[in-house]
């Protein structure tokens, strides 16, 4: 086109000239309705093409985040499963060191342990029971382990 128009500046005149650039203008002007309508025809089609795609896409950038989302919580599942395993030994171990401390406090007052009062309350027993045996004595009921009961009142 440029050079048809180079062509008719050089050897032609002003009149075939202007003819020639308004011919040249009215097929620009038409090269464009046509691309605008070319567009307004197909831009729907491939605006829905573009969507049909985007959705393809949304629904696989979906799997990977929530494959990616699985891995990541169950990472910070068994982490925070660990931590709990961790701290409830923690607390065993405070709890041992505590009872440790208190026995020993206790021990050092002179308290003694329920190991020792039932030792030394099952050892009385065996001794009541020696003494009756040796004295010709019958055996007295008793109410809790250890304690005589009383003889009402009369």
Do not use: Y
């Amino acid at each position: 086109m440029a050079k048809k128009l180079k062509a008719l500046a050089e050897g032609s005149s002003d009149s075939q000239l202007a003819a020639t650039i308004r011919s040249s203008a009215q097929q620009i002007w038409l090269a464009g309705l046509g691309a605008f309508g070319k567009t307004r025809e197909e831009g729907a089609k491939v605006f829905e093409a573009l969507v049909k795609e985007g959705r393809v896409l949304e629904g696989r950038t979906r799997k990977l985040a929530e494959a990616k989302m699985g891995a990541v919580s169950s990472r910070w599942g068994k982490t925070a499963n660990e931590a709990a395993v961790r701290a409830t030994a923690t607390w065993d171990k405070l709890e041992q060191v505590f009872e440790a401390r208190v026995a020993r406090a206790l021990n050092r007052l002179g308290v003694p342990t329920s190991r020792e009062i039932q030792a030394l309350a099952k050892r009385v027993e065996e001794l009541t029971a020696s003494v009756q045996k040796l004295t010709g004595e019958k055996p007295r009921r008793t109410g809790r382990k250890g304690e005589a009961k009383s003889k009402p009142e009369a």
